[in-house]
């Protein structure tokens, strides 16, 4: 069985739509003020601006796990 795990953080952006970075095989032991701190500083620096549209608020960051298991085929 193998693991996956990715980070997914969702911003707001100025035209009041949705974006969700998602950041595969995160650093382990993340804290929540460290993502706050991380989304915070995106936001500051303005450096995305999908569609024209810059990031302006987090909505939510959520870690994702999610379990493979394959099976043998005869």
Known sequence: MAANTVLELTFKRADLKTCTMSIV???TGLTVDQVNTAMADIIAKNV????????????????VITDTTPFAMS
């Open 25 to 27: 095989y995160p650093k």
């Open 48 to 63: 995305f601006a999908p569609e024209g549209s810059p990031l302006v608020a987090k909505v939510r960051a959520e870690m």
